[in-house]
């Protein structure tokens, strides 16, 4: 589209198209094996931090070459408490989701996604803490938003179909994060993101949900030694996730999907409107559904977790080696 005037003679922006988002994703992409993969190898977390800033500066920047509307693309108003709450609700509800499919990988692959998370915890940990919060958890709020909720989304909003904008977000988000083993926890944590982004259309809200996401593992990451911590990574890569242990990952699934469903409530809900909790004519659907998606994850948790508890030792062996440490290890590389 190119640029013209409004009825009020007003210069109309022009309006971001898909070939930019995915230009802009490709872009980095390659960066990561060159210009970044550099700048994190020398700096550490210096280097993440100018990473950070890096992807900033080519949202921005494509946004200007493009002559599209920084306002538009990047919108940013004050939010409504509601929907800070509703937005941290959801992120509970996505992370309890999250959560299980995380371990079963690990549980399946120990020694991949460890070995993985040990060398970014170290570096994590090679700073003070508040500086740590500050590079992991708001800069990405900021920076890797700017580009996926603001660019990349803002490009394929002519694709029109929500549901679709969201599973090629997750995508896209899950490839961002450029490890195979985490795939499909990045993917589900791009496309909540993304969906929220869409109901709000306003940055503050994925922002606070990306915070809260990076900050839990970053804070668990103090308050170990780092012969401890590089200890209990070495024993789960060996011995990986004890039975009894993925049991109860799995139980905390259940509930997502309440979670979930009253997060929605709450962020589509707009002030001075009473919304009933359950569409009337879809209250019998909705309850059933939802208790059913909370049974279910409970159900197989319990059982994994017996099977655990009466036909597994290494429940028993992981405690018996290194209690606090490696149950600590557990929750940081999520």
């Not at 109901?199 to 012969?227: C, D, I, R, S, W």
């Not at 009894?244 to 997060?263: E, Q, R, S």
């Not at 994850?297 to 992981?318: C, K, Q, R, T």
Request: net charge neutral; aromatic share 14%; proline share 5%.
């Amino acid at each position: 589209m190119e640029n013209g005037y409004d009825d009020f003679g007003n210069l109309q922006k022009k309006k971001l198209k898909p070939v930019h988002g995915i230009l802009l994703f490709v872009l980095v992409m390659a960066s990561y094996y060159t210009i970044i993969a550099w700048m994190q190898m020398k700096f550490g977390m210096y280097g993440l931090a100018m990473t950070e800033l890096y992807l900033l500066l080519l949202s921005v920047g494509i946004t200007v070459l493009c002559g599209a509307d920084l306002a538009e693309v990047f919108p940013v108003r004050k939010p409504a408490w509601s929907k800070v709450f509703g937005t941290l609700l959801l992120w509970a509800g996505v992370y309890a989701l999250v959560l299980p499919a995380t371990m079963v990988i690990a549980w399946l692959f120990p020694r991949q996604m460890f070995g993985t998370g040990s060398a970014l915890n170290d570096m994590i940990a090679s700073v003070p803490l508040l500086l740590s919060v500050f590079i992991t958890a708001v800069m990405p709020a900021v920076c890797e938003e700017a580009m996926h909720r603001g660019v990349i989304l803002h490009s394929l909003k002519s694709l029109k179909r929500e549901w679709l904008i969201v599973l090629v977000m997750g995508i896209l988000f899950g490839l961002f994060h450029g490890s195979v083993w985490r795939f499909v926890p990045t993917a589900l944590l791009g496309g909540a993101l993304s969906w929220l982004m869409l109901k709000t259309e306003n940055m503050v809200y994925p922002a606070l949900f990306h915070f809260a996401n990076n900050f839990l593992p970053t804070l668990l990451t103090f308050g170990q030694t780092e012969n401890d911590a590089a200890a209990g990574a070495e024993y789960l890569m060996e011995a990986g996730i004890p039975m009894a242990a993925l049991g109860i990952y799995v139980a905390i699934g259940c509930v997502a999907p309440f979670a979930i469903y009253t997060a929605g409530y709450l962020i589509r809900r707009e002030k001075g409107r009473k919304v009933p909790y359950f569409p009337k004519e879809h209250q019998t659907f909705w309850i059933v559904f939802l208790t059913i998606c909370s049974v279910i994850p409970a159900m197989i948790g319990g059982v994994l977790f017996l099977y655990g508890i009466f036909f597994d030792d290494s429940l028993w062996e992981m405690i018996r080696q290194s209690p606090v440490e490696n149950f600590t290890v557990f929750l940081k590389y999520l």
